[in-house]
């Protein structure tokens, strides 16, 4: 079992930043693939970035150039830096960790077993 625990949302001004924490609990973190998605009201939960344990990263089209994902694994963290934000990257930001091995597909909700609370990220214009 692995717990995620997300924090760092907030209220930011377009074009502002802000830093998402994710701190997991349980199982060696190191093993994992962590992701990070996100579900604005209405819609599908969609990928943001993912980093494999072998720190290979992922990230979405909308995102990249923007966010930077990144982990500690000393700390059992991972990151995920969000710059030049923008009214359509508010949504509520979820953590997640899955362990497929050399299959995995970082790009879909059912590649990762376990899932934060999720924490709310508003960007005002």
């Known amino acids: 079992q692995v717990q995620l625990v997300e924090s760092g949302g907030g209220l930011v001004q377009a074009g502002g930043s802000l830093r998402l924490s994710c701190a997991a609990s349980?199982?060696?973190?190191?093993?994992?693939?962590m992701g990070w998605f996100r579900q604005a009201p209405g819609k599908e939960r969609e990928f943001v970035a993912a980093i494999g344990w072998n720190v290979n990263t992922y990230y979405a089209d909308s995102v990249k150039g923007r966010f930077t994902i990144s982990r500690d694994n000393a700390k059992n963290t991972v990151y995920l830096q969000m710059n030049s934000l923008k009214p359509e990257d508010t949504a509520v930001y979820y953590c997640?960790?899955?362990?497929?091995?050399?299959?995995?597909?970082?790009?879909?909700?059912?590649?990762?077993?376990?899932w934060g609370q999720g924490t709310q990220v508003t960007v005002s214009s």
């Open positions: 997640a960790a899955g362990s497929r091995g050399s299959g995995w597909y970082p790009y879909t909700t059912s590649e990762y077993d376990y």
């Open positions: 349980g199982r060696t973190f190191s093993d994992y693939d």
